[in-house]
């Protein structure tokens, strides 16, 4: 796969991104590809559901499920704009992604290699992995959600 089609498909998970911010949730987006073929697409959705579970990537992670009729996402790669956290990362070993694409590091919450790298340890199936598709972007992405929060006085930034 070419570079630039990481790109695409980095870019599509930014469009998430940007439509999470505009809802005032944090802006993270992501999409997971087989053969070309977009097969599950999500973005952070924890304040409109209330849910510590909504996150991008698991609403992503259900839709391929149910596009395959399957659990296993074996051929499948994932694009998100923010390193996975824990919860994320577990959901991606258990659903059996074969490659993990990610924009910006995240040093509070990664569990990629931000904080701790759950892909590292002895798990059956691990995906492979690739940091920094769209760094700069992604994470100004997240820096400018966050200095607006600021400014209007909203929480702090020390989690996401």
Same mark, same amino acid.
Do not use: C, F, K, L
């Given at each position: 796969?070419?570079?630039t089609d990481h790109e695409g498909y980095m870019r599509r998970a930014l469009a998430l991104a940007e439509e999470a911010g505009a809802a005032g949730e944090?802006? +993270?987006g992501c999409v997971i590809v087989r053969d070309g073929e977009v097969l599950g697409w999500g973005r952070n959705r924890r304040?409109?559901?209330?849910s510590a579970l909504s996150h991008a990537e698991?609403?992503?992670i259900a839709m391929a499920n149910r596009a395959l009729g399957s659990w296993r996402l074996e051929g499948c790669s994932l694009y998100v704009t923010l390193e996975p956290c824990p919860m994320c990362a577990g959901a991606i070993l258990n659903a059996r992604?074969?490659? +993990?694409?990610?924009g910006a590091r995240d040093a509070v919450m990664g569990a990629c290699g931000g904080v701790l790298n759950l892909f590292m340890e002895d798990f059956p199936q691990c995906p492979a992995l690739v940091g920094g598709i769209l760094a700069e972007e992604c994470g100004a992405v997240l820096s400018d959600f966050f200095q607006k929060l600021r400014k209007k006085g909203g929480p702090p930034?020390?989690?996401l």
């Open positions: 796969m070419a570079a944090v802006p +993270v304040e409109e559901r209330q698991i609403e992503a992604v074969n490659r +993990v694409y990610y930034a020390g989690g």
